[in-house]
């Protein structure tokens, strides 16, 4: 990751962010839309024959880590030293069932896994809010795919009152 885009980032996902984002977890996890994408992973997961690989882009600071099933070994990628530091420490620790968990600080299209290293690939809320959303990142989630992987992703509605805040907080 270019130092211009490490001070960027540090800037805006510094610790008091990272510690304010992960305080509103308890609240967040008992919602509606929390236990909505947990499902989710977990339908994903279940696609496939155990154990799997599985790649979080843009994870923060691990909140759906709890909601995998079946994964050997997960990777977490984060610009964000200070979310990956509450990464180390994810909700729901004692729910998760991945054997090792390796965190990456790094620009999403600033870092190369190779190719064909996991069974899933998957970003919740990050791209098209944090992190641009474009044919380079799903060229590089294709590349990073293993043979009949999947590439599973949502994003923010564009109308979600954090839009502007976010955009506001990038430029």
């Not at 990628?77 to 054997?99: Q, V």
């Not at 600033?110 to 990142?137: M, N």
Request: contains cysteine; neutral net charge; glycine residues 8%.
């Amino acid at each position: 990751m270019s130092s211009k885009v490490r001070l960027k980032v540090s800037a805006l996902y510094d610790a008091a962010y990272a510690k304010r984002y992960r305080a509103h977890d308890d609240e967040f996890l008992a919602s509606q839309p929390c236990r909505e994408l947990a499902d989710w992973l977990r339908h994903i997961c279940a696609m496939f024959e155990p154990p799997i690989d599985a790649l979080d882009l843009g994870c923060g600071t691990g909140r759906y880590f709890w909601a995998l099933s079946g994964v050997r070994d997960l990777v977490g990628i984060d610009a964000s030293p200070a979310m990956l530091a509450e990464a180390g420490r994810p909700y729901n620790g004692d729910r998760i069932t991945a054997a090792s968990i390796t965190f990456v600080e790094a620009d999403l299209f600033g870092h190369d896994f190779g190719p064909a290293r996991f069974d899933l690939i998957y970003s919740i809320g990050v791209l098209a809010e944090h992190a641009p959303f474009d044919e380079g990142i799903v060229r590089r989630a294709v590349r990073w795919r293993k043979p009949r992987g999947r590439f599973a992703f949502t994003t923010v509605h564009p109308d979600s009152p954090s839009i502007p805040v976010t955009i506001g907080r990038r430029l």
